[in-house]
């Protein structure tokens, strides 16, 4: 017989054959996985949402920017003390430049995984798959191609890597996403917020008290007294809790730019590396 006759049937072979199926239909499955795009769409939505948070944050930070170069030049005044803004803001506002260059790369890396997405689901990437899947059944199943087993399976794992390596290291990105970062990013943006509004209404100034004119002398200087000590007391009220508002938003900045390498950059590159050693392991099919 030729060589593209069936393999006999030999004790081994029988051996061997429950596992022979069970990779043939494993083959087959993850071949009509790549053909279907399931996975491929939900990864590109998945991109998608991770694009609108970090625009989200991003616009936040340039809003407290512009908020900052507003008040720059302003002074509160704590009795017979005043206290430069810009020098307080100073800090926050280098920080801002620093997390503006983080969210580019960031937002860059989004945009290099959703072209990678696009490439590793196209038409020519499916055709890898289909030729590498029936090159290797092949090599399984049709006496005298055993010899070329290793090429067609090694052949096999690269593309497999190839097709799915970005839609699972998203998908699985996207549950560590879920369970700690997108609510540590939303807390932390929130802070920012916050910061943001207090910054605007800095040159909102009190209220004076009025004093009528029908008061006498003792109590028009009553009146007055209690009013500048009211007045020294919110204004230093305002300054405290103000600098700790501002140390607290430098916090939220230095956690939103960690939580953004993290997840835009660090967790894809790690999940790449654990998947291709996944596949690239001593598993023989």
Known sequence: MNNLDIAVTTPENKTNLPVKWLMTVLIIAITVLGLVRIADEKAHTMVDDSIVAAGASFAIARTLDAVISVVKSTEL??????????????????????????????????????????????KLANILLILASFALLMTMWIRGTKQYRKIAQSAFKVIV?????VVLSLGLNIMVDKLFIDEQIQRQSSQIEGVTALV???????????????QGFVDAMKASWENATNKLKVETDKVAYMQQSIEDSIISFMELMALFLLKTILLPIGFLLMLKQLVFSKITL
């Open 200 to 214: 605007k209404g800095v040159q909102d100034g009190d209220a004076e008290l009025a004093v009528k004119a029908e």
């Open 161 to 165: 890597l190839i097709r799915f390596a």
């Open 77 to 122: 005044s704590v009795g017979v003390a005043s206290i430069d803004i810009g020098e307080m803001l100073n800090p926050v506002s280098d920080l801002i430049n620093k997390f503006t260059w983080v969210m580019t790369l960031a937002v860059g890396s989004l945009a290099l995984q959703k072209i990678l997405l696009m490439m590793m689901a196209s």
